[in-house]
């Protein structure tokens, strides 16, 4: 079964009445097939509550929704459908969020841009979104910002998933490899080799990320070799 029929039989299930962020409840604690479902609706959804915060929908947005889940044409309605029910729902950033929030991290634990959280893949994946037209807008700022904080991740942990997608932001290696200034350049080899080995696709299924999107990884790994490169390069000095 497709990771969209999946997506279809979780959105059919809903009553009259009921929104979106009911699916959330439904896949809580579920198996890698589910917690897909989940992340797939998550980024969609709250993707669709971003356009509403900045205020316009780009063709730019519809592409990048494609580019990440490598939506093939037959399965383009359903993802709209899902787009489009988190447009129309009454429920705000919040409900969405917090929902998302509790299906992927129960303890509720602080959360670092250095941790593999499938939480961490979300935002990722929005960041993705808000830069499809080269800009980045106040009000997606603070979207973003609202959803890092619900999510669990404090203000250095956004700074690095920013300063990751968003040309011009402050960007630190030790930052991005989770380490402090005064790491020692074994302490960083062993965090950049535990980067990269995270953000293997097989790793990132296995927590929950569909294998249509795992190509997230690719702007990731590249601030994470840029970072290593770096720190390689001021020890050297």
Request: with cysteine; hydrophobic share 45%; charged share 25%.
């Amino acid at each position: 079964m497709s990771l969209w029929t999946r997506i279809t039989e979780a959105i059919a299930a809903l009553t009259a009445g009921e929104g979106l962020a009911v699916v959330f409840d439904r896949l809580r604690g579920g198996a890698v097939p589910e917690r897909s479902v989940g992340f797939t609706i998550a980024v969609i959804a709250l993707g669709a509550k971003m356009a509403k915060a900045d205020g316009e929908v780009t063709r730019d947005e519809v592409s990048t929704f494609r580019r990440i889940f490598q939506i093939p044409p037959e399965e383009e309605m359903h993802a709209a459908q899902v787009y489009n029910l988190a447009r129309q729902d009454v429920a705000g950033l919040d409900a969405y969020a917090r929902k998302v929030a509790t299906s992927f991290n129960k303890p509720g634990q602080p959360l670092c841009a250095d941790d593999r959280n499938v939480l961490i893949d979300i935002l990722e994946g929005l960041f993705q979104i808000a830069m499809s037209d080269g800009k980045y807008h106040p009000a997606e700022d603070a979207f973003l910002t609202e959803v890092a904080r619900i999510f669990g991740l404090d203000d250095r942990c956004f700074r690095v998933l920013r300063g990751r997608f968003v040309d011009g932001a402050p960007r630190d290696p030790y930052d991005v490899l989770g380490l402090p200034a005064t790491a020692s350049l074994e302490d960083a080899r062993k965090a950049w080799r535990a980067a990269v080995k995270d953000s293997h696709p097989d790793v990132m299924v296995a927590r929950g990320v569909p294998a249509e999107a795992v190509q997230l990884a690719t702007r990731r790994l590249i601030a994470i070799n840029t970072a290593w490169e770096e720190i390689q390069s001021k020890v050297a000095a």
